[in-house]
């Protein structure tokens, strides 16, 4: 996969990534809410054929560790594609 990007808003984010022709079947996407400590909770994890996938529901002004993985056609999952992204603080 490529150009993994996340977009952030107050209560959601929006992960979008392009998948290169051939071999690509499922994406997997997991996001996990880090917290002080280095600490974090799963509150997300679905696989989709798609190349975006919203997440919604989530903490204002909080980070999470989002993480894509593709499951190619021969059955082999890739190595995990890690970025950490913070929804943005509640508007006024």
Do not use: I
């Amino acid at each position: 996969m490529e150009d993994v990007q996340c977009q952030p808003e107050a209560t959601r984010l929006v992960l979008a990534w392009t998948v290169p022709a051939g071999d690509v079947g499922t994406c997997l996407v997991v996001a996990e809410q880090l917290a002080a400590g280095g600490d974090a909770h799963l509150v997300f994890q679905a696989k989709t054929l798609r190349g975006s996938v919203l997440l919604s529901s989530l903490a204002p002004a909080t980070s999470y560790r989002l993480s894509l993985s593709v499951l190619g056609r021969n059955g082999l999952w890739s190595r995990a594609v890690t970025l950490v992204c913070a929804t943005s603080a509640q508007g006024r």
